[in-house]
């Protein structure tokens, strides 16, 4: 009788430690989900932050560009560039075609 109570006692103190261990790894990983959960909610928020910014700045790039034309340019007293000086191709790969289309075009 004694010999099975200390066995009964051994048993239900292993299964009562099992149970707080799987309770602690049960804690940690609730911690662990909610957190992640937390953190992908705040990143996602910065996403549409930098996606908003990025509108109104690409918005903002569209008018600046559609405003600038040769005549705002000749205000400021720019002219358009001339070309002085061309690269020629050298015979060897002017029969060749369109060498950049295929990356041998150094």
């Not at 009788?1 to 103190?13: H, S």
């Amino acid at each position: 009788m004694k010999r099975t109570l200390i066995i009964n006692t051994k048993l239900n103190a292993a299964i009562l430690g099992t149970c707080a261990i799987s309770a602690v790894f049960y804690a940690i990983n609730l911690y662990s989900l909610i957190s992640h959960t937390v953190a992908m909610q705040q990143t996602e928020g910065r996403a549409v932050l930098l996606a908003s910014a990025l509108s109104s700045l690409d918005a903002e790039y569209l008018k600046l560009t559609s405003a600038i034309t040769p005549d705002a340019l000749a205000e400021h007293g720019l002219v358009p560039g001339q070309v002085s000086l061309y690269i020629t191709r050298p015979a060897a790969t002017a029969a060749i075609g369109n060498l950049a289309a295929h990356g041998h075009e150094l």
